[in-house]
Nanobody, 125 residues
Framework: QVLLVESGGGSVQAGGSLRLSCGAS????????MGWFRQVPGKEREGVAA???????RYADSVKGRFTISKDNAKKILFLQMNSLKPEDTAMYYC???????????????????WGQGTQVTVSS
């Protein structure tokens, strides 16, 4: 059974940084495509960043140059380094995984079958 657990969220002032982590178990992280998503109440879940099994990445335009997705295959952890945070980055952040990478580097939530419980990020102005 695939299990994803996020951590690292919190409250920060605009311009600050946070690093989110997603611990994975039940599968080999190196062979899965993974992503980070965020959602605010009343809005659809938004793809933030995605990473392939070979390490190729894709970012939403709104976070390019500020966020970096990476993974440690040995420790089975997915990361999202978030710099220069803005109030509009405030959301619940989720990590997700798709087996077999049917849709590489996808930022579409429908591509993913496994989800964590989320970690809240709040950025104040």
């Amino acid at each position: 059974q695939v299990l994803l657990v996020e951590s690292g969220g919190g409250s920060v002032q605009a311009g600050g940084s946070l690093r989110l982590s997603c611990g994975a178990s039940g599968y080999t992280i190196s062979t899965y495509c993974m992503g980070w998503f965020r959602q605010v109440p009343g809005k659809e879940r938004e793809g933030v960043a995605a990473i392939d099994s070979d390490g190729s990445t894709r970012y939403a335009d709104s976070v390019k140059g500020r966020f970096t997705i990476s993974k440690d295959n040995a420790k089975k952890i997915l990361f999202l380094q978030m710099n220069s945070l803005k109030p509009e980055d405030t959301a619940m952040y989720y990590c997700a995984a798709q087996g077999d990478c049917y849709v590489p580097r996808s930022t579409n939530a429908l591509s993913y079958g496994y989800w964590g419980q989320g970690t809240q990020v709040t950025v104040s102005s």
